[in-house]
């Protein structure tokens, strides 16, 4: 089973800025992925919805929802880089396949999934 150390998580609001203004953006119907090449840094994830999401709960929800998404398909991603994955409204009723599969298409249109691992 595949982990998610800490050490590899976006977690300070630098960092999170960085990948905001500096980065690349992709959107489909559920999410947002920011990209930003960090060239000679480790590849570091971060996650984030909005409070117009709805509350707490349903915040950490989706947040789980894209941490796992991210957590079972580390290995195919490219390395060097810096992504931030932006929860949207219609994500809130959808399950962990449908997020898996929205962000793996956001993967093959930001172009950071590894050409054998396709």
Partial sequence: MLK???RRILRNKRMFQEVYKKGR???NRYLVLYVFPAIGLERK???AAGKKLGNAVTRNRM???M???YRKNQLILKDEIW????ARKPAVAVKQPVMEKAFLDLGRKA???R???E
């Fill in 45 to 47: 994830a971060g996650f």
């Fill in 111 to 113: 172009d950071i999934i």
């Fill in 115 to 117: 050409q054998e691992a």
């Fill in 63 to 65: 947040k789980r929802l």
């Fill in 25 to 27: 953006s992709w959107a």
């Fill in 4 to 6: 998610l150390p800490k």
């Fill in 83 to 86: 992504l931030l994955l932006v």
């Fill in 67 to 69: 941490r796992e998404s």
